[in-house]
């Protein structure tokens, strides 16, 4: 049984910071590319952020400059520091993972169930 669990979202005002955390947990031997996304309401899901498990990462042109992402592989969990939040970036954030299992060779991605990030004044 593998788990990804979202924290650190909440309601913040314009211009204020939140950090996500994700974390994994159960039977893993490995975790590979780690990626935040969200979804606003009428909207598409948005891939955000990507690290991978050297350490590379990769941003949306909503999240270059503002958010930075990263892992702690010792405690398989990945953040992500949101800065400068605008209205815009309401959403509901999910995170998921590549990732192996001690029980199988194959490469599984899971998602977590979502943190809600509100920006109002």
């Known amino acids: 049984q593998v788990q990804l669990v979202e924290s650190g979202g909440g309601l913040v005002q314009p211009g204020g910071s939140l950090r996500l955390s994700c974390a994994a947990s159960g039977s893993i031997s490995a975790i590979y590319d780690m990626r935040w996304y969200r979804q606003a309401p009428g909207k598409e899901r948005e891939l955000v952020a990507t690290i991978t498990n050297g350490g590379r990462t990769n941003y949306a042109d909503s999240a270059k400059g503002r958010f930075t992402i990263s892992r702690d592989n010792a405690k398989n969990t990945m953040y992500l520091q949101m800065n400068s939040l605008k209205p815009e970036d309401t959403a509901v954030y999910l995170c998921?993972?590549?990732?192996?299992?001690?029980?199988?060779?194959?490469?599984?991605?899971?998602w977590g169930q979502g943190t809600q990030v509100t920006v109002s004044s």
């Open positions: 998921n993972a590549d990732l192996n299992l001690l029980t199988s060779p194959e490469t599984y991605r899971y």
